[in-house]
């Protein structure tokens, strides 16, 4: 099925994805004629792509964004295809965490990227590609061995287990193994895979010297914990052994946050959410007692992070990554409802009002679980509600700059302030009800081309909108008004009912309970209930299998070892009956284990050649549907719309009819108006024109005397106009005068000027002259700092030579001492 067929290029919005799509039609031609211009034409597209701003081109869910991927995934399979510019693009999508879930579920890039990495590129290319693998393989599913785990496993553990002398060393040691943790993390065959290429117990111990020696520690716990698991089950894992992982995570969180190691604050969290949402092994999280004196000792230099000084070593990106992450962290930690937890809870909202201005959707993650923590009570403790009284106001102001990114985190706290009956207050006179569903329509705006995850967010923000409103109804006319909105909206039913049918047993209760609450309207219910929901049916592209058709390979063998085959088996079987089978050669026997293991080799080579095919295979078919998908989610949102604007016309027709009607009756009474007041026109006319008449004989009389009166004016101002002409003349006589007075000024003017140009010229004259001396003197001094430096290195190399002449001496005397004993 072709992914990248014409049906997207209908998409109206052009100039933000005409690279991606210039992308797609260099790669066919690419893949129609292999010319150097086709690659050169998509290495500089890919050029483009990689330095582009936006990141949203990234996000999946639209035509031409699963075009574009199906294409590089086809390009980057092809051995002539621009490997590296593929690779730069990547980097740049990974950062985008929609494109990121797509290009390890969907798209399936791990595998190409596997196949690039060896030891035959440089140290940079390696670490460029460990770093994208890194990304791409966190929370990948691999379900069967597949062709690429045997060659990936040797290669990331030869690197692991190499020496880690030199920084670039170190890099790729650690990257690797961050990348070897994301693969057999949760994944039994990639496991199984591991332990067939490494001497398991060598490789254990190898491990833990590098966790104890500093070098990864929570990485290292988290590959034990996986070989743990695999080897003797995930709830045999000793509780000793979750409390050595979490003291190890502990002290590499602490000592993260002092060195702003932003990649080990990710493993840390990563690490200990893994840990508690493991169902064996939370409740050996909950019993660890030194979460609380650990944390004593980080809070205070996390506050450190949320004060980026101007002159600080670390960049504000890396900053506000590591910090970041650490709210992440904290969240877990909250998030894990413990007693002994609470005594820091002041502190951490004091925290949450530093970091909102450096990273609001985590920093808003984290005061709403704190809030959370207090649902059951009904109320915040007094201390916690005066930390909260003073910054609360910056916490409700709605995230208008990037609805999309912070409007679902923002909507999680306002439904935890409400379920408190002190900040609930609060809300209702921070918060409007048409900011909140501005907000909430944002996110659904935001996550509605971002697949999968864009999905279960707008769904979680549904749900926790409703709550909200439910909350807030009862105490507000407006807030009820804005829930009947809310519900009434398409996509939010729509929504609903999607987590009604959904897989998700806490999503199910969750919107259950909304629906069953007693301010639900019962007219909005049917409408749930009864909502189109075929969209939601659709099947998930990682629960598609292919179906590849693929002949097995026969084994056959040269005439010559057919007949040797066949001898050795009869001579075996006479052996066999007489009793002698000792008496048969251990040659012959080999000789037979080899022609058998030669048909095994072959026929591996033949399944893992099938096993390739039907992975590709696989691929493909996932890239057609999240096509499909795309195109078909743009249709019925073309779809609904149009139907909305067809029922919005068809009422405007309506009222037009009804206006029609009305302005015809208006028509007819104003028609007889002016019939009446025609007549009365008429009669006024003729009223009018005797007037205008004797007016005009009036104006004849005043005109005539006027003219007189003119005449006699002229008379006098031609008089007057004689008397001003001959003064005029003698006003030209003396103006002649001036004229030659003025004449000789200029010329004296002329000659004053000419010798300011001289002077001027004279002066740049010297300017240049002391430019040039200047530029003389720079190269003379740039001439003798080269000859210095041509003497270091004459010198150095005399040294050189001189230490070499000494050895050379030295050895010739060992040599002739050796030679005369």
Known sequence: MEVDGDSWNTNPDGTKFAHLKAFVNAAREFEATHSESAINLLTRYLGLIASSCDLSIFSPGRSEVCAFFSSLWRVMSDSRGPHWAGVAVLVRACIEPSARHALTHTYKFMPLLARLLSDTVSNEKKIKLLSVMQDISYGIKISWQESYLAELMKTLTNWIVQPMLEPQQRTIGHKSLTVLINVCYGNLPAIYALMRTVDTKEF??????????????????????????????????????????????????????????????????????????????RNYVLTYPHFSNSLK?????????????????????STAGCLRNVLKFLTVLVNLDLYSMRCHHNELVCLCMKATRICLP???????????????????????????????????????LEPGKAGLQWLQVVGALCESTETQERVLQEVTPDSFEDTLYGVLQYTSQNGPVGSEASQQAVIVSCRTGLSLAPLDRNWEAALNRMLAHHQVRKLLCTGLSSSNPSRRRQILQLIKHHYFPSDQMNQVFGENISGANDVSVESLSPRVDIEAETITLTPSQQTAVDELVNKLNVAMDSGKISDIATSSVMELYGYKITCLEQRLHSHSVALQGATDHMASLQHALALLQATNSSQQDVLYTTQMQAERHKKTIEELHKQLEDAETTLRGFRAKLAAERLDKEHQKEHLQQEFKQQLANYESDMKVREREAEERIKRAENEYKALQKKLDQQMNKNSELAGVLIKFEERVKQRDKKLEEAASAEAALRREIEQRDNMIKQLEKTVVERENRLYQVTTQLEEMKRVQEMVAKLMTKSTSNVST
Do not use: W
């Open 204 to 281: 254990v111990v190898h491990l833990i010297s590098l966790k104890e020696g500093g070098y990864g520690g929570v990485e290292v716990c988290r590959l034990l914990l996986c070989l743990s698991s695999a080897t003797r089950g995930g709830s045999n894992t000793r509780q000793p052994d979750v409390h050595s992982y979490l003291c190890c995570t502990m002290r590499t969180f602490n000592k993260a946050v002092v060195e702003r190691d932003e990649t080990q604050l990710l493993h840390a969290y990563t690490f200990i959410n893994d840990l508690c949402t493991d169902e064996n092994l």
């Open 362 to 400: 985590e920093t808003l993650n984290l005061f709403a679980a704190i809030v959370t923590q207090y649902t059951e009570e009904g109320r915040l403790p007094q201390e916690l509600i005066s930390v909260i009284s003073d910054g609360l106001p910056a916490l409700l102001v709605p995230p208008s």
């Open 297 to 317: 000792d980080a809070i205070k230099d996390v506050d450190a992070l949320c004060a980026v000084a101007p002159g600080d070593i670390c960049e504000p990106e």
